[in-house]
């Protein structure tokens, strides 16, 4: 009787504390109780804006302890300090963003930091030295990788490393070299002479990409960022290994990959549960076409539930590229920071708000030792952290109307945002070959050659498109290997005499607004150009596999640039974001009930009377149950702060 009572006594007991242990780790914030990756959208520094490939370790230690010490207690809960590409490039006369030979790599053709920029790394050492004192500020440590092998590491010939068994890789009886691996067919397309894909079919392909990412792991890097394996320059195959093996480490690594161009929603499904972070622009750069050209692209990723969902162990969050803010250099510069951001204070406002409400990373690319207050005002903001890493339903608002004010005598001119002209202009592009829109070409001429887009296609422009298979004018070496390579595909010309051919990307880095442009190039051999049309009807592309689109271009007149986004508080709170991005102040408004209908009951505003404050005017604006409405400065946001009852 008594050991039952206290048999009773101690269940009793244990529930209780069960009770309390369950409540306390839920009072805690999100990220102390999650262990999962990327549970917020990833915030940080980036070194490619203000020192593109050549900072060296005293500047990025120097750049780490000042975000320490100054955005880490500011809402920067999980902070990353990344190191961009080539940080193994010897910064020597010669040696620039697309040279050959001046990397250091060790004898598996792996690459190392260049110790005379990075001097802890002396002796195989590696990040570690630097990774450990970035961990002792506090902060997380990661680094910019290329895919594939380098072109130094293949022309060397250099053995693969076997990092599970130790010493070279050996299969079917002999050790596996570079050039057993690499495919030089398959350069990255903006960086030709740097590297290549390797065959991930193959024991020894796999078991390369292993060795580097375990050795990125050794050093305590915690964040990786992947170029050259996204978008136009697709490799879905490596992304799955790279992210097979980052499952396999014994510590968290992050997963992003870039650059993104012509991403679309089916393309980032594909991808978003391998990794924490993709690209879905080209390079971002302090312009502000480059800013506008986030909008399509952000509105869609939204609506297609891809804010925040399922990533590798974690979460994934579509990226909308770093923050080229403050103290900046050039793309493909040889020297550091030089100059002023080109964005306004409206322009940079806008593009911080836009960032936060599509719950994009923030990744700060100015350099943080010339750090101005309005630039660090703008980035610490509370209210932009707080809906970037708390908001939910995120979505652009399009109900919104919109009054310009002229230049000439001040004159109204009402009108709404679906009212645009539109052009019918259509530009070249690559989706992902599941797409519908993907099945519209068809061989229109078979003794030319040509095929065009289909004329059945609801986005038919006005001309039609099509392209002619070039034919080898000799039957050189090159030539005939060539054709033994890409037999059964087409090199493929905009008529049946021009030597300008379709290639799947530019050859340099695409900056957000010209991702599409300019997809003829002078005829080459190589996989970037050819193709393959399929009995379906799509056109897919040697070097990426995506497939050749026509994409519309809808060119606004400029003063019908008027966007809104909203979301919803874990308080409670409804935020509504105006964008007004054409060149005249303009009046935007919003009706309450049209906000109501949008979050679809998520938030009980229907008739409720509504209190705002605007946060980059400071104003408050009292009860309503109509509507809310600011002037908008040119090129400039207004940020509302929505608390509704019924009463």
Known sequence: MIGQSLERTGSIRFIVFFIILHLSIYSLPINARSNEHASFPPRGWNSYDSFCWTISEAEFLQSAEIISKRLLPHGYQIQYVVVDYLWYRKKVEGAYVDSLGYDVIDEWGRMHPDPARWPSSRGGKGFTQVAEKVHGMGLKFGIHVMGGISTQA???????????????????????????????????????????????????????????????AEWGVDFIKHDCVFGADSNIEEITFV??????????????????????????????????????????????????AHFDISRDMSASSMIGARGLQGKSWPDLDMLPLGWLTDPGSNF??????????????????LWSIAKSPLMFGGDVRKLDDATYNLITNPTLLEINSYSSNNKEFPYITATRVSRNMHKSHPHHPTANNISTKHAFGLTSCKEPKANTWSIVDKNRGQICWNQYSSEKPEKNFCLYNRKALLASDEEMKHN??????????????????????????LTSKDYSRGALSPCKLDANQMWELHSNGTLENSYSGLCAVLNPVKAEASSNGVRSWIATGRRGEIYVAFFNLNPL?????????????????????????????????????????????????????ALFILRCSHA
């Open 585 to 637: 102040k303009t009046t935007i408004s919003a009706k309450i009930s049209d906000i109501a209908k949008a979050l679809q009951n998520k938030q009980n505003i229907q008739g409720a009377s509504c209190k705002s404050h605007e946060i980059w005017s400071g104003k408050d604006f009292g009860p309503t149950k109509d509507s809310v409405s600011i002037q908008v400065e040119s090129h400039g946001p």
């Open 154 to 216: 293949y022309n060397a010939n250099t053995l693969v490393m076997d990092s599970v068994k130790g010493g070279a890789y050996e299969e079917l009886g002999r050790q596996w070299r570079a050039k057993d691996i690499g495919m030089k067919e398959k350069a990255c397309v903006w960086m030709s002479h740097g590297f290549m894909s390797v065959n991930t079919k193959l024991g020894a392909g796999k078991a390369f990409l292993r060795s580097l990412y375990r050795q990125y």
């Open 484 to 509: 033994q390579l890409y037999q059964g595909k087409l090199h493929l010309q905009t008529n049946d005499k021009a030597e300008s051919c379709l290639g799947a990307s530019s050859k340099q880095k």
């Open 336 to 353: 550091g920071p030089h100059r002023a951001c080109n964005l306004n204070m409206e322009e940079q406002k806008t593009q911080m708000t």
């Open 243 to 292: 992210s097979e093996v980052l499952k396999e480490l014994d510590r968290p690594v992050l997963y992003s990959i870039s650059p993104g161009a012509s991403v679309t929603p089916t393309m980032a499904k594909e991808v978003s549960q391998l990794v924490n972070m993709y690209r879905i622009t080209g390079d971002d750069w302090d312009t502000w076409k480059d800013v506008v």
